[in-house]
């Protein structure tokens, strides 16, 4: 389990007054179908800040399916997409300790106290991630969020790791500096 989740599972007594296992009972009775349902739902009626309700309804889902599960299943028939994941991943973690990774079903959302990226595979031959600057220009490159909605306020389309060039590293970092 990568680091930053351990911690904030450790952490999720002190920060929301429940255990993710007290969490997980509380989820399950309620039976949420959709997972945005289960997170407006802790943030409504449990005051839990968004990054512990998205990582809670996550961990809740069937348990069968790990992480790494979901992570493998996004990318079943793009596989030449892993390795651009891959450094985006590798590029998240060294912005700083307190960058969690989730993976969900169709993307994987990059938390800091709140999503600052999404990297989802959109199509078989691209990475779409979305990335949360408010107030920053569209341009040819960055886009705006399309398929991402209100989750992100833009869009990079990736389809060669030559494109996690030195232009896109510093609006993921910017990201991660405005998620705090």
Excluded at 48 to 69: C, M, Q, R
Excluded at 108 to 134: C, E, H, N, W
Excluded at 149 to 178: F, N, P, S
Aim: proline residues 4%.
């Amino acid at each position: 389990m990568d680091k930053a989740l351990q911690t904030m599972i450790d952490n999720m007594p002190e920060k929301t007054g429940k255990s993710l296992n007290e969490w997980k009972l509380i989820l399950k009775e309620k039976s949420f179908v959709k997972h945005s349902e289960g997170v407006k739902y802790l943030k409504e009626e449990h005051n839990v800040t968004h990054g512990f309700a998205n990582t809670i309804v996550t961990l809740s889902k069937d348990e069968k399916e790990t992480p790494d599960d979901l992570i493998e299943n996004q990318y079943k028939g793009k596989e030449g997409l892993k390795p651009i994941y891959e450094k985006l991943i590798s590029l998240v973690k060294t912005l700083g300790t307190d960058v969690i990774i989730t993976p969900k079903k169709g993307s994987v959302s990059v938390i800091r106290k709140k999503q600052f990226t999404l990297i989802k595979p959109a199509t078989r031959t691209r990475i779409d991630l979305g990335l949360k600057l408010k107030d920053k220009p569209i341009t040819n490159r960055l886009e705006n969020s399309g398929p991402f909605g209100t989750m992100c306020t833009h869009r990079v389309k990736i389809t060669t790791i030559e494109e996690i060039d030195d232009e896109l590293k510093q609006w993921i970092e910017e990201a991660y500096q405005k998620a705090n």
